[in-house]
């Protein structure tokens, strides 16, 4: 109780404080704590309005996450997962290999040989701790050209930062 008493005397003078109204100062805010505005738009929204009672909703109105991410690029335009296949105009060497673009430190290549569908699928893992990889059918070499966060390459196998 005693504690109580005194912690109460310690605030008691600021409450006695007459309220003044304070003057309105503009002070300038680092990016680090201002919204992210991109040209207008803020984040996808990932979860659809839901249709009305009675509706049967559209694709549109009821997909979320992923899938409405894709969804909304194609109504757009966009392929969101640049799905489409890479352009093969030579056979890759060793000195000249294939670049495979990647925004991750690994990357899934299917290879159907030079010219376009020599031989069948043959799936390649290109990650970036090799060099080089090459298709053990027609021997075309392929590289990961790694673009993304450099924070991946050193990941230990611990999952969103944790250890």
């Not at 912690?7 to 002070?27: E, G």
């Not at 690029?73 to 030579?90: A, H, N, Q, S």
Request: hydrophobic share 35%; proline share 9%.
């Amino acid at each position: 109780m005693a504690s109580i008493l005194r912690s109460f005397k310690a605030v008691a003078p600021a409450l006695r404080r007459p309220i003044i109204a304070s003057k309105t100062v503009n002070v300038p805010r680092a990016f680090s704590v201002s919204v992210n505005r991109s040209a207008g738009h803020g984040p996808p929204q990932l979860l659809g309005p839901g249709s009305k009672p009675g509706e049967v909703p559209t694709d549109e109105q009821q997909s979320t996450g992923i899938e409405r991410f894709e969804l909304m690029g194609k109504l757009e335009g966009v392929d969101v997962f640049d799905m489409k296949p890479l352009e093969i105009t030579r056979l890759g060497t060793v000195e000249d290999p294939i670049a495979v673009y990647s925004l991750f430190p690994e990357r899934q290549v299917g290879c159907t040989g030079f010219p376009a569908d020599s031989h069948d699928t043959i799936w390649l893992n290109v990650n970036h701790e090799l060099k080089n990889h090459r298709c053990p059918e027609c021997g075309s070499v392929y590289t990961l050209n790694f673009q993304g966060d450099e924070h991946l390459l050193h990941d230990d196998g611990g999952h969103h930062g944790h250890p």
